[in-house]
């Protein structure tokens, strides 16, 4: 069974950092995609970074871009978002997603965590 | 980039149909497969529809969708209605760099 557990969440004050964690598991992720996806409260989703199976290809919405850091551990199957510079207009739930076909980046999350809410506040 | 639109809400009495529509700005909506999710409140989304009009693992077959060319635009039909499909809907594309969302629709059952 896939499993997407995020982690790292919680309260910081605008300029701080954090560093959000997704721990996966039942499917081999070191050639799948991720893609990280967020949703402010009361608002819809959007979609905020993607890295391919062997982080050769990196990808950022433009408001992240410079801010933001995706990673991707797989030896030991971590996804990873660095967060620095944060603002309040990045507070949300971040979710970590599976793109849908192994060794393959095309923009389709197929599986989704429960995500971690990040909360930006002075 | 592209946008994609939908309706903010949509409402409809168990055991109707309701077809809800995402339309695309610019480039063609049959370019880049566009994606179906769901999302419960209190719950993360989960994939309905993939690849235009597939439906992924265990969804069941009262959802179908379908591109229409001449509107540019994706449409996704939910039939025999029921109190479990109340909802926000979200479709979802992608090009070579991006991966693009629609506004969501709440979906009402009552």
């Known amino acids: 069974e896939v499993q997407l557990v995020e982690s790292g969440g919680g309260l910081v004050k605008p300029g701080g950092s954090l560093r959000l964690s997704c721990a996966a598991s039942?499917?081999?992720?070191?050639?799948?995609?991720m893609n990280w996806v967020r949703q402010a409260p009361g608002k819809g989703l959007e979609w905020v970074a993607s890295?391919?199976?062997?982080?050769?290809?990196?990808y950022y919405t433009d408001s992240v871009k410079g801010r933001f850091t995706i990673s991707k551990d797989n030896a030991r199957n971590f996804l990873f978002l660095q967060m620095d510079s944060l603002r309040a207009e990045d507070a949300a739930i971040y979710y970590c997603?599976?793109?849908?076909?192994?060794?393959?980046?095309?923009?389709?999350?197929?599986?989704w965590g429960q995500g971690t809410l990040v909360t930006v506040s002075s | 980039n592209f946008m994609l639109t939908q309706p903010h809400s949509v409402s409809e009495s168990p055991g109707k149909t309701v077809t809800i529509s995402c339309t695309r700005n610019?480039?063609?909506?049959?370019?880049?497969?566009v994606q179906w999710y769901q999302q419960r409140p209190g719950s993360a989304p989960t994939l309905v529809i993939y690849?235009?009009?597939?439906?992924s693992s265990g969804v069941p077959d009262r959802f179908s969708a379908s591109i229409d060319y001449s509107s540019n635009s994706a449409s996704l039909t939910i039939s025999r209605l029921m109190t479990e499909d109340e909802a926000d809907y979200y479709c979802?594309?992608?090009?070579?760099?991006?991966?693009?969302f629609g506004g969501g629709t709440k979906l009402t059952v009552l």
């Open positions: 997603t599976r793109d849908i076909y192994e060794r393959r980046l095309i923009f389709l999350p197929d599986y």
């Open positions: 039942g499917f081999s992720f070191s050639t799948f995609s």
């Open positions: 890295i391919d199976s062997t982080s050769t290809y990196i």
């Open positions: 610019s480039g063609s909506i049959a370019t880049d497969y």
């Open positions: 690849e235009h009009n597939r439906r």
């Open positions: 979802q594309s992608f090009n070579y760099t991006h991966l693009v």
